[in-house]
C-alpha cells in the first residue's frame, strides 16, 4: 500500500514525469518516466527498477535521444 513518506497520503496515481538529474558538473534530464505522484502533495517516487534504469542511461548504456540548450540563472 502506497504511504507518502512527505504528507503521509495513501492516494496516489501512475504517471510519467520528467526530471533532471545533477551528477557532477553536469545536467542530465530525463523523460518520460514512470512514476507514482502522491495525490495530496505531489511528490514522485521512483521504483528501484526505474532508478537502476535511470542510473545506467545516465552512466553510459544508453544513448541520449536529443540535446538542449538550459539558461542559466544566478540568484542574487
Known amino acids: 500500500m502506497f504511504r507518502c513518506h512527505v504528507c503521509g497520503s495513501t492516494e496516489a496515481k501512475?504517471?510519467?514525469?520528467?526530471?533532471?538529474?545533477?551528477?557532477?558538473?553536469k545536467h542530465f534530464l530525463v523523460e518520460q518516466i514512470p512514476a507514482?505522484?502522491?495525490?495530496?502533495?505531489g511528490e514522485i517516487i521512483f521504483s528501484r527498477e526505474t532508478t537502476e534504469?535511470?542510473?545506467r542511461?545516465?552512466?553510459?548504456?544508453?544513448?541520449?535521444v536529443k540535446s538542449v540548450s538550459m539558461d542559466v540563472f544566478a540568484y542574487a
Do not use: N
Open 14 to 25: 501512475e504517471a510519467s514525469v520528467e526530471e533532471v538529474f545533477h551528477i557532477g558538473h
Open 36 to 41: 507514482t505522484v502522491c495525490a495530496r502533495c
Open 53 to 55: 534504469t535511470i542510473r
Open 57 to 64: 542511461m545516465i552512466h553510459g548504456e544508453a544513448k541520449p
